[in-house]
């Protein structure tokens, strides 16, 4: 079945960018009505989605993390990343990766995630 | 920013039904769907699209969304579900999904 797995450093220093790669194994990241996202949980608290991107490049990014967010895929390696930019302690948290699936109701599109990864966890630290 | 609404806790005897609302401006014009989260776990869709269940998940989990109300209704409640459930919804308007606060559900 289709299972997704979290990879990257657990620790990364105030102000650097943070990066994770999420692998899909199981079926193919270029499946159509499929997005491919994270999600982040700080220690102790709610659930936070950073962005989602599709196999053809198209991505929709937090309004809140835009401006330092870049979510990328490699349909090659089966494959999709995060890179968080200028990262503070607030930015500490386990981070998910999830799929999305792309449903219609009506005339607008709409999006909930069915398959998730374990998560990793991340420390922002000196 | 469109915003969920959801009680911190909600507690529940063993064997009773367990209720759990998530709240927003018109949700009901929206599609809802709910995680169940365990310590230390991912999170698991339980209900999309309002009240509908994934492959897997019990008949004892149903949904609800009319007006400015979502419920998660969880029927002869099990010590096994004990978990935080957090509602979700799709903001067209921004292009983003907004998860609910969450709530921490206790089967006494």
């Known amino acids: 079945q289709l299972q997704l797995q979290e990879s990257g450093p657990g620790l990364v220093k105030p102000s650097e960018t943070l990066s994770l790669t999420c692998t899909v194994s199981?079926?193919?990241?270029?499946?159509?009505?499929?997005?491919w996202g994270w999600i982040r949980q700080p220690p102790g608290k709610g659930l936070e989605w950073i962005g989602s991107?599709?196999?053809?490049?198209?991505?929709y990014y937090n309004p809140s993390l835009k401006s330092r967010v870049t979510i990328s895929v490699d349909t090659s390696k089966n494959q999709f990343s995060l890179k968080l930019s200028s990262v503070t302690a607030a930015d500490t948290a386990v981070y998910y990766c999830a799929r999305h699936v792309e449903a219609v109701a009506g005339h607008y599109y709409y999006y909930y995630m069915d398959v998730w990864g374990k998560g990793t966890t991340v420390t922002v630290s000196s | 920013s469109y915003e969920l609404t959801q009680p911190l806790s909600v507690s529940v005897a063993l064997g009773q039904t367990a209720r759990i609302t998530c709240g927003g401006n018109?949700?009901?014009?929206?599609?809802v769907h709910w995680y169940q989260q365990k310590p230390g776990q991912a999170p698991v869709l339980v209900i999309y699209?309002?009240?509908n269940r994934p492959s897997g998940i019990p008949e004892r989990f149903s949904g609800s969304n009319s007006g400015n109300t979502a419920t998660l209704t969880i029927s002869r409640a099990q010590a096994g579900d004990e978990a935080d459930y957090y509602c979700?919804?799709?903001?067209?308007?921004?292009?983003?999904?907004?998860f609910g606060g969450g709530t921490k559900l206790t089967v006494l």
């Open positions: 018109n949700i009901g014009s929206k599609n």
């Open positions: 199981g079926g193919s990241i270029s499946s159509s009505s499929y997005y």
């Open positions: 979700q919804v799709w903001d067209s308007s921004t292009a983003n999904v907004v």
């Open positions: 991107i599709y196999y053809s490049g198209s991505t």
């Open positions: 699209r309002d009240s």
